[in-house]
């Protein structure tokens, strides 16, 4: 009977995610980002690079570089090494190699708040100020808020040699020199061809092609509107003319001094900025 129980419970465990619980190996490395930062795009470029023989799909890059919060230990456990994983976790001491993405909190949230009506979650007239505020509490999503995941990881590894940072806005004005940096960290020293290569067949036209034909059968799309894009402008500072101007202040006051010192311009007051990110570097142990 026990021999049974274990049996069953060791059955079911490993049909669910391996999440924090998976075992992580000295080569992995890990692609992570709070949601909605660029992780996707960042995937397609990377599998692409990886595989050029394989054009990267929605299905495709999700096996070539499985989520830990969708995938099972069994399957990570079938991948071979060094092994390429995806998470939206924030600060884990068990991921020593990771790629870190991070965007414009700004972005951010208006990528999310149109992703969270097209799985549902909120009704189309649901007032983006209130999402707004929603947001900076960490209440839109189970990794917390943006300020709480960011900060976890350059507070704890942005010195690293093992740690990668990578705004989503250099990757879309440098999209070759910042793959190519990717490449070299990933231990990777393709040509210039293959880096062009894998930047053509990850462009925003291509995933926009491949998501009306993938979008009822991959994780994040299925069962989702179908009528808004997952894939949308693909471009930085949308939030200019999305975000009213009293939501951005209140992003600015709450998190300001992180932005900054990621090299994010504010329209607050530059004073002040000043002032709070100076406090910032001082507590982290750096200048800017």
Do not use: C
């Not at 991070?102 to 549902?120: E, W």
């Amino acid at each position: 009977m026990i021999e049974k129980s274990l049996s069953a419970v060791k059955s079911l465990l490993s049909s669910d995610p391996a999440g924090r619980n998976l075992r992580v190996h000295a080569a992995d490395t890990f692609i992570v980002s709070y949601p909605k930062s660029g992780n996707t795009w960042m995937l397609f470029l990377i599998a692409n690079l990886v595989h050029p023989e394989q054009p990267a799909t929605f299905l495709t890059a999700d096996r070539m570089i499985p989520a830990v919060h969708r995938q099972t230990e069994r399957y990570f456990r079938t991948l071979p090494h060094p092994r390429l994983i995806k998470s939206h976790f924030a600060f884990d001491p068990n991921y020593r190699r990771v790629l870190y993405i991070v965007r414009d909190p700004r972005d951010v949230v208006v990528s999310q708040y149109y992703y969270q009506i097209k799985r549902g979650h909120i009704q189309e007239d649901y007032p983006l100020e209130r999402y707004v505020s929603r947001f900076l509490a960490g209440d839109v999503s189970p990794y917390g808020s943006w300020a709480q995941h960011v900060g976890s990881w350059m507070v704890s590894r942005h010195s690293s040699p093992d740690f990668l940072l990578i705004r989503y806005e250099d990757m879309l004005a440098h999209t070759t020199d910042r793959l190519a940096r990717t490449a070299r960290f990933l231990g990777i020293e393709p040509s210039r061809e293959r880096i062009q290569h894998a930047v053509e067949m990850s462009s925003a036209d291509r995933m926009r092609r491949i998501e009306k034909v993938e979008a009822d059968k991959w994780a994040l799309t299925k069962g989702s509107r179908q009528d808004i894009a997952f894939v949308r402008s693909a471009q930085a500072g949308g939030w200019k003319s999305a975000v009213p101007a009293d939501s951005v202040a209140e992003i600015e006051s709450a998190w300001g001094p992180l932005m900054r010192w990621l090299g994010y311009e504010l329209i607050a007051s530059a004073k002040q900025t000043a002032m709070d990110t100076e406090l910032l570097e001082s507590a982290m142990g750096v200048s800017a």
